[in-house]
């Protein structure tokens, strides 16, 4: 969750059930990678439960063909949560060093011919759960080909990143969506696998699990480790 409200002199509090819940599914589910758009109190969770993870699964996992061992590679377009997030880590976390920052320009783009936001830079990992809260609809570079911006209150989120690499994910993975209602709508008219959907409407959380077949014997060890 971003930590910081639209006036930058807000700070969002933690909502502990909502990150217990990302703890819980990561360790749960022995998740080893994490991708993660927009950052704050979340990150700091993430990196300790695959800390956590890493303490329990590190032999287990030596011989998976998975790079990026428990990373957590986070992206955002506001350096200031950027930075924010970072002295948060260097307070509550200093000895963990599995949490990479990335600032990342958002653009106005369409997928399909529908408005959304997709981040500049790319990424560098398959995550086995990604955690989506990020971007906001505001702080969007506009497109001089497009004569939209959905820089105004009564727009929302429409995020299209998983939807350009979806077809890279390996079965098994996970996507956690803090809110966005609408643009889990679209996403899940968007995606084209076959995904298992559940909302935690307590919490305003939404679950994607990718529940297509194995697509080989590197994917059926890791089903075999997350299943053991």
């Known amino acids: 969750m971003n930590i910081l409200l639209q006036k930058k002199t807000n700070i969002f509090k933690p909502n502990i059930l909502d990150l217990y819940y990302i703890y819980?599914?990561?360790?749960?589910?022995?998740r080893l990678s994490v991708l993660e758009y927009g950052c704050g109190w979340s990150s700091l969770v993430i990196s300790q439960a695959l800390?956590?993870?890493?303490?329990?699964y590190s032999i287990l996992t030596e011989?998976?063909?998975?790079?990026?061992?428990?990373?957590?590679?986070?992206?955002?377009?506001?350096?200031?949560?950027?930075?924010?997030?970072?002295?948060n880590f260097k307070r509550y976390l200093p000895k963990n060093s599995n949490a990479k920052f990335f600032f990342s320009k958002c653009l106005i783009s369409t997928h399909k011919g529908?408005?959304?936001s997709i981040y500049q830079k790319k990424i560098k990992m398959n995550p086995d759960l990604i955690y989506l809260d990020g971007p906001s609809q505001f702080g969007l570079i506009e497109n001089k080909k497009i004569s939209f911006n959905t820089n105004i209150k009564d727009f929302m989120p429409m995020s299209a990143d998983i939807l350009k690499y979806e077809f890279f994910l390996v079965p098994g993975t996970i996507?956690?969506?803090?809110?966005?209602?609408?643009?889990?709508i679209?996403?899940?008219?968007?995606?084209?696998?076959?995904?298992?959907?559940?909302?935690?409407?307590?919490?305003?959380?939404?679950?994607?699990?990718?529940?297509?077949?194995?697509?080989?014997?590197?994917?059926?060890k890791l089903f075999s480790f997350w299943n053991s």
Not at 63 to 82: A, G, M, P, Q
Not at 188 to 203: A, C, F, G, P, V
């Open 186 to 220: 679209f996403l899940r008219k968007m995606l084209k696998r076959d995904w298992k959907y559940k909302y935690n409407k307590s919490i305003d959380q939404h679950y994607l699990l990718l529940s297509d077949k194995s697509i080989g014997k590197h994917n059926d």
């Open 51 to 56: 800390k956590n993870n890493k303490t329990k």
């Open 24 to 30: 819980k599914i990561i360790t749960l589910n022995k």
């Open 175 to 184: 996507i956690i969506i803090d809110g966005r209602g609408a643009n889990v």
């Open 63 to 87: 011989k998976l063909r998975k790079n990026n061992k428990f990373e957590l590679h986070i992206f955002d377009n506001y350096k200031n949560f950027l930075n924010i997030t970072k002295k």
């Open 114 to 116: 529908c408005y959304s």
